[in-house]
């Protein structure tokens, strides 16, 4: 078809629709769906295709809308098969998928809408909870959340493998172990942006004004990381020389057996 693809036209025309101008119209579609923008600067298919692509349910009941999936294979029509959270890799669902069903997910990127199942907070990694369609804090999940949870969701984007090398700055002295205290993202110029609330490593003194990376403990929680460690007197590292071993060890205290070397 020659001219204008997106011609307006009169009652009584003949609608002869090109498959260009048909997709075009479904994209549009799709991306009001999904919240995104349908006019102006947009992700090129190329880069579409490597975040988004289409899933198949095989789970026995709907997939819900923002829920997590495992990925257990590909489809001959090129749709990854989704099941529960088990195994990764893993998939963000972009809509509701019924039993059998094929619908749009994300496996890398973002920002996503996620299931969350208990609190989460700015910075902290998410994981799959195992059996279900949610997500949780963990230590080393494939998400890291860009807001707090709220009525069950939160914002992700996809992390890399490892805690993210995310650089903060100490807002207050950190003097107690498992207490939450304020500190603020730092951009790779040092000008502050955003805030957290993290703890301390156990043991470890923080001060207000200390630059550090952001981590996370056992059960999720946004832990400093100082570039600098300073120990608590009660809690400081001891290293001595001996010629025998202490009657019985001291915690913290390492000792050097000068007569066996």
């Known amino acids: 078809m020659n001219g204008d693809e997106f011609k307006r036209v009169q009652a009584g025309d003949r609608l002869r629709i090109p498959a260009r101008t048909w997709n075009a119209l479904l994209d549009a579609l799709r991306a009001h769906q999904m919240g995104g923008v349908v006019f102006g600067a947009a992700a090129t298919p190329a880069l579409r295709a490597i975040c988004v692509m289409p899933g198949r349910n095989?789970?026995?009941?709907?997939?819900?809308?923002?829920?997590?999936?495992?990925?257990?294979?590909?489809?001959?029509?090129?749709?990854?098969?989704?099941?529960?959270?088990?195994?990764?890799?893993?998939?963000?669902?972009?809509?509701?998928?019924?039993?059998?069903?094929?619908?749009?997910?994300?496996?890398?990127?973002?920002?996503?809408?996620?299931?969350?199942?208990?609190?989460?907070?700015?910075?902290?990694?998410?994981?799959?909870?195992?059996?279900?369609?949610?997500?949780?804090?963990?230590?080393?999940?494939?998400?890291?959340?860009?807001?707090?949870?709220?009525?069950?969701?939160?914002?992700?984007?996809?992390?890399?493998?490892g805690t993210g090398a995310v650089m903060i700055r100490a807002k207050a002295d950190m003097a107690t172990n498992n207490t939450l205290y304020p500190c603020m993202y730092l951009s790779a110029a040092g000008v502050e942006a955003g805030s957290v609330s993290v703890k301390r490593p156990y043991g470890v003194k923080v001060l207000n004004g200390d630059t550090g990376f952001l981590g996370v403990d056992s059960a999720g929680t946004p832990m400093f990381v100082p570039c600098h460690a300073r120990h608590d007197p009660a809690h400081r590292l001891i290293v001595e020389t001996r010629s025998s071993d202490p009657a019985s060890a001291e915690a913290g205290r390492l000792w050097v057996r000068t007569d066996l070397m």
């Not at 920002?111 to 949780?136: C, D, F, I, K, M």
């Open 58 to 161: 095989d789970a026995a009941e709907t997939a819900p809308w923002h829920g997590m999936a495992s990925i257990t294979g590909v489809a001959p029509s090129g749709a990854v098969i989704l099941a529960k959270c088990a195994e990764p890799p893993y998939a963000v669902l972009l809509e509701p998928i019924g039993s059998g069903k094929i619908g749009q997910v994300a496996v890398s990127g973002g920002a996503y809408q996620v299931l969350v199942n208990g609190s989460v907070q700015v910075g902290a990694r998410l994981a799959p909870v195992s059996g279900t369609w949610q997500a949780a804090a963990a230590v080393d999940g494939p998400l890291m959340a860009l807001s707090e949870d709220a009525e069950g969701l939160c914002w992700c984007v996809f992390a890399a493998s």
